[in-house]
T-cell receptor, first 114, second 110 residues
Framework: EPEVTQTPSHQVTQMGQEVILRCVPISNHLYFYWYRQILGQKVEFLVSFYNNEISEKSEIFDDQFSVERPDGSNFTLKIRSTKLEDSAMYFC????????????FGDGTRLSIL | GQNIDQPTEMTATEGAIVQINCTYQTSGFNGLFWYQQHAGEAPTFLSYNVLDGLEEKGRFSSFLSRSKGYSYLLLKELQMKDSASYLCAVPTAAGNKLTFGGGTRVLVKP
């Protein structure tokens, strides 16, 4: 069964450094998402992406965050200057369509900011 | 805005049945999803309800009442591997964002 893949599985970064999290969505999916989950808390929406542009973003997704689809397969999340509070599990998801189509999640990247 | 409430934790015995409730408030209903999440892993899709009633899928069933803003996930013949968090989630009317509840951690005991 096709799946969303994310790399790396774990990233340790010094505060203030830039980090790029990578995702390969399911190949026939058109909608892409990033979520994060701070340890012990709920899954929170960051951003959705369709047709090479952001379709919605949350308050968390400030100027320090950006997303890109640099080629036909990858979907990246960049955090420019990481803060301690960015430490979380970051999940990429994709869906074939909106609404009734489920979002399929990757295994996540655990980001630890020191 | 959207708001979802579900119990924090439930404990049940192997072979038993457990019902996980979820209440939601949303502006513009576009269905409700249930996901399973094992500790340290990704949420995996279990079910989607958009019409009132019960949807059965093997050992797992999901129910929806739109008028009450209420759903439940029913897990039958519990197995040890069912120990996980169960997340209730609703999409926005535009469908491009999921709002998750805090999850219900189910512990299955032998």
């Amino acid at each position: 069964e096709p799946e969303v893949t994310q790399t790396p599985s774990h990233q340790v970064t010094q505060m203030g450094q830039e980090v790029i999290l990578r995702c390969v969505p399911i190949s026939n999916h058109l909608y892409f998402y990033w979520y994060r989950q701070i340890l012990g808390q709920k899954v929170e929406f960051l951003v959705s992406f369709y047709n090479n542009e952001i379709s919605e973003k949350s308050e968390i997704f400030d100027d320090q965050f950006s997303v890109e689809r640099p080629d036909g397969s990858n979907f990246t999340l960049k955090i420019r200057s990481t803060k301690l509070e960015d430490s979380a599990m970051y999940f990429c998801a994709s869906s074939e369509d909106l609404g009734n189509q489920p979002q399929h999640f990757g295994d996540g990247t655990r980001l630890s900011i020191l | 805005g959207q708001n979802i409430d579900q119990p924090t934790e439930m404990t049940a015995t192997e072979g038993a049945i457990v019902q996980i409730n979820c209440t939601y408030q949303t502006s513009g209903f576009n269905g409700l999803f249930w996901y399973q999440q094992h500790a340290g892993e990704a949420p995996t899709f279990l079910s989607y309800n958009v019409l009132d009633g019960l949807e059965e899928k093997g050992r797992f069933s999901s129910f929806l009442s739109r008028s009450k803003g209420y759903s439940y996930l029913l897990l039958k013949e519990l197995q040890m591997k069912d120990s996980a968090s169960y997340l209730c989630a609703v999409p926005t009317a535009a469908g491009n964002k999921l709002t998750f509840g805090g999850g219900t951690r189910v512990l299955v005991k032998p």
